[in-house]
């Protein structure tokens, strides 16, 4: 299952390895048909990488620091450092793809 992250507990989840993070909202219909495939490659990539989302509501201070204007978006971190940012709708593929490169 995906790491929900917070301000509190976000740089101790991706300050090491690979993650990516979903910024979401439960009122947005494409984050609703995002989170399947998030959930799917958290499965897949257990001990890999780290799959978290953070509730764009929520967490408000994450987004803005990231600069999430839209959503989804997807965070790619590389020892804590964003290195791919894709917005809306992304294949389970796709986000594979790009993960295991920065692995």
Excluded: Y
């Excluded at 600069?67 to 709708?89: A, E, N, R």
């Excluded at 992304?90 to 793809?97: F, G, I, T």
Aim: hydrophobic share 45%.
């Amino acid at each position: 299952m995906a790491v929900v992250l917070t301000k509190e507990n976000f740089n101790e989840n991706v300050q090491s390895g690979v993650s990516l993070v979903d910024f979401w909202a439960p009122w947005c219909g494409p984050c609703k048909m995002q989170l399947p495939i998030v959930e799917e490659l958290s499965a897949e990539l257990e001990g890999t990488a780290t799959i978290a989302k953070i509730n764009v509501d929520e967490q408000p201070e994450l987004a803005s620091q990231f600069g999430v204007m839209s959503i989804p978006t997807l965070i790619l971190f590389k020892d804590g450092q964003p290195v791919d940012k894709m917005v809306g709708l992304q294949s389970k593929d796709a986000l594979k793809n790009k993960i295991q490169a920065q692995m």
